[in-house]
Structure formats: structure tokens, C-alpha cells
T-cell receptor
Framework: KQEVTQIPAALSVPEGENLVLNCSFT??????LQWFRQDPGKGLTSLLL?????REQTSGRLNASLDKSSGRSTLYIAASQPGDSATYLC????????FGRGTSLIVHP | GAVVSQHPSRVICKSGTSVKIECRSL??????MFWYRQFPKQSLMLMAT?????????EQGVEKDKFLINHASLTLSTLTVTSAHPEDSSFYIC??????????????FGPGTRLTVL
């Protein structure tokens, strides 16, 4: 059974820092991996989708990498801003999607 | 494009009543919809996979008779929480997979429904 772990569970940083969020998974037989953002009480907003054949995807200040063989993905956030404060979830797509518990990020001014 | 809506966004009900949550794909057809629930500070947990025109596939530990799922059309799936109790209070989110796209494409998520059972 696929297990997805996200580290760290929580992160509090000053504005402007570059951040790395980690996601690891136990079964490398995946179709893709997706990073989401969730604001308190809200639904999910898709940030980046990496297909299993890809190594990374970029969108603005966000960059996600995928190393399928080692079962890892990282989400890099450049020049963090208070508006980036949210919970970040990674979801691994095999036959069914499996989510990590998320990293709760607080960026303070 | 690829918008998924959920209704209602928030519902409060008395213990013992049934609550229906709708998930609609507004501008695409979805052969498969997924239902998740999320407890505070917990991960999203898949409850069931709903395929249009067939019975839903429930994850282990999810009661079929309590969480009734109907996927009657390519744009609508409903989750009915029957005889709701306070422990059913949670955040319920649906997602939809585009009919014309393969597994490698993204899922589209609804905004979620917060259920509070008094």
C-alpha cells in the first residue's frame, strides 16, 4: 500500500526566505505527483503536476522536482511571502490517489 | 476551464438527519469522481471512487450504508451522509477526472463542504 510522508509537518519562516518542502512515497509505480495548496477551511488548489516521466515543473516562484526511483519530490518556494502561508499537500497518483498529511507553512512579515 | 463545484459549502444539521452533498463538473464530463474527507489537521482520506453508471468503490473502513454515493450522470455525483452523528463532522471534498483524459492528467477538486453535526 502506498504511503506518503511529508516533512516538515510545520514550518515558520520570515518573509523572503527560500523554502524546500519534502514529500516521499514508498511505491515508485506512480503515474504522476501533484502538489496542492490548502487554505484553512478551503478546498484544494492545484499548484504543480509532475508526470512520472518528468523531472520537474515550474510555475512562478514554485518549482517541484520528482525523483521517482528514490520515491521523493520536493517543492521549492523562492522568496517566500506572507500570502504563501497555507498547508501544502502532495498527492501521489497510482491506481488511486494517496495524499500526504501536509506541511503547514507560516510566513511572517 | 475544468471547474468543479460543491453544494452546499457549509451545512449544520441535527444528529440523526441525512445530508446530501453534490459535486458537479461544470464544464467537462467526468467519468470518475472521488470523495475525500478530512479531519482537522489530518490528511485527506479517500472514501470512495465513483464511476458514472456503476456502483461506487469504497475504501476499507468506510461504511457503504452510511455514505451513499450516486453518480447518475457525467457531471454530477452525490454523497449522502445518512443518520449523521457528531463524529461525521468533517470537511468533505470531491474531485473529478476528465472523461477524455488519461490517468496522467490532473484531478480537479471541488471547494469542499464543511459538515457540522450537532
Amino acid at each position: 500500500k502506498q504511503e506518503v510522508t511529508q516533512i516538515p509537518a510545520a514550518l515558520s519562516v520570515p518573509e523572503g526566505e527560500n523554502l524546500v518542502l519534502n514529500c516521499s512515497f514508498t511505491d515508485s509505480a506512480i503515474y504522476n505527483l501533484q502538489w496542492f495548496r490548502q487554505d484553512p477551511g478551503k478546498g484544494l488548489t492545484s499548484l504543480l503536476l509532475i508526470q512520472s516521466s518528468q523531472r520537474e515543473q515550474t510555475s512562478g516562484r514554485l518549482n517541484a522536482s520528482l525523483d521517482k526511483s528514490s520515491g521523493r519530490s520536493t517543492l521549492y518556494i523562492a522568496a517566500s511571502q506572507p500570502g504563501d502561508s497555507a498547508t501544502y499537500l502532495c498527492a501521489v497518483r497510482g491506481d488511486i490517489p494517496t495524499f500526504g498529511r501536509g506541511t503547514s507553512l507560516i510566513v511572517h512579515p | 476551464g475544468a471547474v468543479v463545484s460543491q453544494h452546499p459549502s457549509r451545512v449544520i444539521c441535527k444528529s440523526g438527519t441525512s445530508v446530501k452533498i453534490e459535486c458537479r463538473s461544470l464544464d467537462f464530463q467526468a467519468t470518475t469522481m472521488f470523495w475525500y474527507r478530512q479531519f482537522p489537521k489530518q490528511s485527506l482520506m479517500l472514501m470512495a471512487t465513483s464511476n458514472e453508471g456503476s456502483k461506487a468503490t469504497y475504501e476499507q473502513g468506510v461504511e457503504k450504508d452510511k455514505f451513499l454515493i450516486n453518480h447518475a450522470s457525467l457531471t454530477l455525483s452525490t454523497l449522502t451522509v445518512t443518520s449523521a452523528h457528531p463524529e461525521d463532522s468533517s470537511f468533505y471534498i470531491c474531485s473529478a477526472r476528465h472523461k477524455l483524459r488519461t490517468l496522467t492528467d490532473t484531478q480537479y477538486f471541488g471547494p469542499g463542504t464543511r459538515l457540522t453535526v450537532l
